[in-house]
């Protein structure tokens, strides 16, 4: 069918990823074209499959889940990729973050997640597991807004909350009433204010300063 989105799976424990492809498959829009146990594996089905999404393993032989995203985004493969992972370390999910990943699923419920996650990715949104949410996004004591942010305008800070809120282009044009292009112009002007560069730095701001927004 002309709207399958395909799918490659890397993990190193068969169980789980037989779990995982199990959930998958009950959507008949999405086709696993791809399984491998090891990250070097896996970078080379992404690269010769161009796989709609990656489901990534974060700690993989050969190579992490980590490690396959960053040089996928390296080399300019669109495939999106969702990483798994058991931990809650911050500075991991911001270095996902800084590579273009688009989702970060806790493995425990990865089952009971991963098609909601790919439904989340496919409208534009990015997905972090609601158990993993609260425990990386930085809290900041008080609620003053930090000396950057200040210098946006309320139509614009408004937009970094939303972007913290992991909405959409769309969502957030639907919410502000505005057209979804100038959604795109206001944030093109708030990373020039701030003076942001890098995948997804907008995003990586917005989520540090989420609990002041």
Same mark, same amino acid.
């Given at each position: 069918?002309?709207?399958?989105?395909?799918?490659?799976?890397?993990?190193?424990?068969?169980? %789980?990823?037989?779990?995982?492809?199990?959930?998958?498959? *009950?959507?008949?829009?999405?086709?696993?074209?791809?399984?491998?146990?090891?990250?070097?594996?896996?970078?080379?089905?992404?690269?010769?499959?161009?796989?709609? %999404?990656?489901?990534?393993?974060?700690?993989?032989?050969?190579?992490?889940?980590?490690?396959?995203?960053?040089?996928?985004?390296?080399?300019?493969?669109?495939?999106?990729?969702?990483?798994?992972?058991?931990?809650?370390? /911050?500075?991991? %999910?911001?270095?996902?973050?800084?590579?273009?990943?688009?989702?970060?699923?806790?493995?425990?419920?990865?089952?009971?997640?991963?098609?909601?996650?790919?439904?989340?990715?496919?409208?534009?949104?990015?997905?972090?597991?609601?158990? #993993?949410?609260?425990?990386?996004?930085? /809290? /900041?004591?008080?609620?003053? #807004?930090?000396?950057?942010?200040?210098?946006?305008?309320?139509?614009?800070?408004?937009?970094?909350?939303?972007?913290?809120?992991?909405?959409?282009?769309?969502?957030?044009?639907?919410?502000?009433?505005?057209?979804?292009?100038?959604?795109? +112009?206001? *944030?093109? +002007?708030?990373? /020039? *204010?701030?003076?942001?560069?890098?995948?997804?730095? #907008?995003?990586?701001?917005?989520?540090?300063?989420?609990?002041?927004?």
């Amino acid at each position: 069918m002309a709207d399958t989105r395909t799918v490659v799976i890397a993990d190193d424990h068969p169980l %789980f990823r037989a779990g995982v492809r199990q959930s998958l498959e *009950k959507d008949n829009t999405l086709r696993i074209v791809g399984e491998v146990d090891n990250g070097a594996d896996a970078l080379t089905l992404i690269q010769d499959l161009k796989p709609d %999404f990656a489901i990534l393993d974060i700690q993989m032989p050969k190579l992490t889940g980590l490690e396959v995203a960053k040089r996928a985004e390296q080399i300019g493969l669109q495939t999106r990729v969702i990483l798994l992972t058991m931990i809650d370390d /911050r500075k991991i %999910f911001l270095e996902a973050m800084e590579c273009g990943v688009r989702g970060y699923v806790l493995k425990d419920s990865a089952v009971n997640e991963i098609n909601h996650a790919i439904e989340s990715i496919s409208d534009d949104k990015y997905y972090i597991s609601p158990s #993993l949410s609260g425990l990386l996004v930085e /809290r /900041r004591k008080g609620g003053h #807004l930090p000396p950057e942010l200040k210098e946006l305008t309320p139509t614009e800070q408004r937009i970094v909350r939303l972007v913290a809120e992991l909405k959409s282009n769309q969502e957030i044009a639907d919410e502000l009433f505005i057209s979804k292009r100038t959604v795109e +112009n206001h *944030k093109a +002007n708030i990373s /020039r *204010k701030l003076k942001l560069d890098g995948t997804n730095s #907008l995003l990586k701001l917005a989520l540090k300063h989420k609990s002041v927004l």
